[in-house]
């Protein structure tokens, strides 16, 4: 897993070298790189406590980006580990909504963004036995901003 995008290039030759690490990783198997982005914040007074004090939201957007590959060639195996490790990142996500503990992260994948996932078509690489799926999954992680302006 990335903290953050490890290859800055164009959109195109970034997918590309992803899928690539994923591929030298998978070893007759399957395997998926995750890369977490968080691509907006949005920070909302929701309360006003006098003129010097403020409670702040913070909402992050968190993306994990998802390359899988599988290089064994078969496509319902293929998929059916992609969607493995999907849902077990579902079940982290929603098995914790305060990572860190609630002075870091007040809310994660909860409320009206709960956790959404998105997946493109199955592809195969040049030689065609190598099975790519790119997708991502996206959720908002909240945290309370107290401080004094």
């Known amino acids: 897993m990335f903290p953050s995008r490890p290859v800055i290039a164009e959109e195109s030759a970034y ?18 790189m995750i890369v977490v982005n968080m691509p907006r914040d949005k920070r909302r007074r929701i309360a006003v406590q006098g003129r010097g004090s403020v409670d702040d939201m913070n909402k992050h957007s968190i993306v994990l980006e998802l390359f899988f590959a599988c290089t064994s060639g078969k496509g319902l195996s293929a998929q059916d580990d992609y969607d493995s490790i ?33 997946q493109s078509q199955p592809y195969t690489d040049d030689d065609g ?3 790519l799926i790119n997708g991502g999954i996206k959720y908002e992680a909240w945290n309370r901003m107290l401080d004094h302006v």
């Open 15 to 32: 997918v590309q070298t992803m899928s690539g690490m994923a591929i030298e990783t998978s070893d007759a198997g399957s395997c998926c």
């Open 86 to 118: 999907v849902d077990a990142l579902f079940i982290a996500i929603r098995a914790n909504p305060t990572p860190g503990g609630s002075a870091v992260v007040w809310s994660a994948g909860e409320f009206d963004a709960g956790v959404a996932h998105d």
């Open 129 to 131: 036995l190598t099975i």
